[in-house]
């Protein structure tokens, strides 16, 4: 006798919303390599300086009237002032660009992964950090303006204006910052379906018109056997078979 077996199918449902989180990081990541890598983040006329150079513009005003201490025109140089603060900024941003990294690694290996539970645990190492990497960000833009601000006299000048790479810095935090609220409104992570096939309903049925077939026969009662026979519409292979056999073997 053949035994017979219920398969149980797991389905696993991608959300959406880890799909947009994963893209948010990704954007954060470049956005944070573009503002680290160049040097236009705060500009006073001619000159512009960065996170880890100082450059001057190649035009008569860098002639004219220079900065102090600032490099020829078209010319760029280590930042060699009082700038500790700087140095601590861009160490900060470059942890947050590992840490964001790691959460995008975190949040596709979560995607891609079947086991809910690692599932999990990588969407949660990605929400984690994706946290840190907003606060070291936050904590960075705001601590870059106000500590230039109170050293601003070292170059001479006091007119001063953000320039795109600082505000390429806020993109990536506003991105990074999306992508961890996505995360933390996605609290289910993954829905998990479960689904079982007919077999299981049929066996159950099959053995309960097995125990009225052999009870119809036993019996021989005519009121039984027409209701044995009133089985004909039952959607179940073994009805319609029972159902043939006494049109065929018993009379009433």
Known sequence: MVSQTTTIETVTIVRPLKIISALCLFVSFVLLIICLSTNYWLRTKSFHIGLFKECSDNDISAVMNPVAGAPGPGKCQGINRDASYITAVAVLLLIGLVATLIAFIGNILGLK????????????????LALFTVLLELVSLIVFPVCFFLRMDNYGRRNWEFDWSYGIAWGSMLFTFGASLLLICDKEHEESGTNFPDSTSNQELSSFFAILAFSCIVTADSDFLGFCLSLEDTPNPFSSSLVAFFQRKTPI
Not at 114 to 123: E, G, P, S, T
């Open 113 to 128: 992964s079947n086991d809910l539970h690692r599932k999990h645990v990588f969407y949660k190492i990605a929400t984690y």
